[in-house]
């Protein structure tokens, strides 16, 4: 037999050798009680770090606004700055949350967001680390700027959107009887089968998306130009021809 052969069957049998006297160790202390959760434990808490205290809702009460105008530091910087795009950094934007309350407040778990208030308007700073929740009575207006808004179940005669590059909104189970959004190039939008939208006056420039679920709108102008993607769904499909 040739040495390299006896080599690798000595190897081999020192491997079975080992896994035996292994099972032997681990059925003997389990007949003991011992089923190693213990030490499974301790492994998993060190793989997961130390644990983090419990972040609380941070509840901050404003005074009636009209107007918002929302901020994203974050998103301007990461799109304006090209050396930011480099390498394989994964870039998380959140959606702020608008929805109604009979009194404004803005909710944030474990952080208190940037604001301040001048006459009907509210200046509101985002991130990109944390959810904002907004909750009011009623808005008018919102201008965005490299920021993305969700609109939940409000319900107001009419809602103004302006947005700079970058931004995008969600409609989701809202009442607005007269809508009206003034994009830029690179927005998103989605208006959810849940939305009741009278009257609608969207405009989308380059690069853009626009999503409509089974949405219709009483009267409706819609001028968009060269977008991404469309994506119309059930009944939104028969607005089709009059979208420019």
């Known amino acids: 037999m040739k040495t390299s052969t006896k080599l690798i069957l000595g190897f081999f049998g020192i491997l079975i050798f080992l896994l035996l006297v292994a099972d032997i160790s681990i059925w003997a202390s389990y007949k003991k009680g011992n089923n ?74 474990g952080y208190s967001p940037k604001h301040k208030q001048s006459g009907d308007t509210l200046f509101l700073w985002l991130n990109n680390e944390h959810i904002v929740t907004l909750k009011t009575p009623g808005i008018q207006e919102i201008r965005s700027s490299y920021s993305r808004v969700a609109i939940g179940d409000i319900n107001v005669d009419s809602l103004t959107i302006t947005n700079t590059e970058y931004c995008g909104n969600i409609i989701r189970d809202a009442k607005i009887k007269n809508l009206v959004i003034n994009g830029s190039e690179k927005n998103d939008l989605q208006i959810q089968e849940g939305a009741q939208i009278g009257s609608a006056d969207i405009t989308m420039k380059k690069g853009g998306e626009l999503e409509l679920f089974n949405v219709v709108f009483e009267k409706h102008k819609i001028t968009v130009d060269s977008l991404d993607r469309l994506d119309l769904q059930g009944r939104s499909l028969n607005m089709l021809t009059s979208i420019k």
Do not use: A
């Open 36 to 109: 190693n959760t213990d030490w499974v434990d301790k492994m998993g808490k060190r793989m997961r770090g130390p644990e983090r205290p419990e972040e609380k809702l941070n509840e901050i009460s404003v005074q009636p606004f009209k107007v918002l105008v929302v901020f994203n530091e974050d998103t301007e910087k990461f799109r304006t700055n090209p050396k930011q795009k480099e390498g394989n950094y994964q870039f998380q934007e959140y959606y702020m949350e608008i929805n109604s309350s009979d009194k404004p407040l803005i909710e944030c778990i």
